[in-house]
């Protein structure tokens, strides 16, 4: 996993679930400068998870890319941002 990129997502939106292409990630909360520590997260076998700091709920959707979510703005690009 060294060489893999951990996905980051974000809920600046206060949507009530983000759909996400993948179970391991790290939750950051709202967009910097307002972000809570980044936690990692894996939902193992379940297929929903929520994050501790905000609650946000987080929904395993298969047909979407590993770093995409729905909607498309709680993905986090560091680069982007």
Do not use: R, W
Not at 42 to 71: Q, R, W
Request: proline share 7%; hydrophobic share 35%; glycine share 4%.
């Amino acid at each position: 996993m060294a060489n893999q990129i951990t996905p980051h997502f974000q809920n600046s939106m206060g949507v009530a679930k983000i759909e996400i292409g993948t179970k391991e990630f790290k939750c950051i909360g709202a967009l910097p400068p307002y972000d809570h520590p980044h936690v990692y997260l894996d939902m193992g076998d379940e297929n929903e998870i929520v994050c501790p700091y905000c609650s946000t709920h987080y929904v395993f959707n298969a047909e979407l890319d590993k770093a995409a979510a729905s909607p498309a703005e709680a993905a986090y690009n560091k680069k982007s941002a």
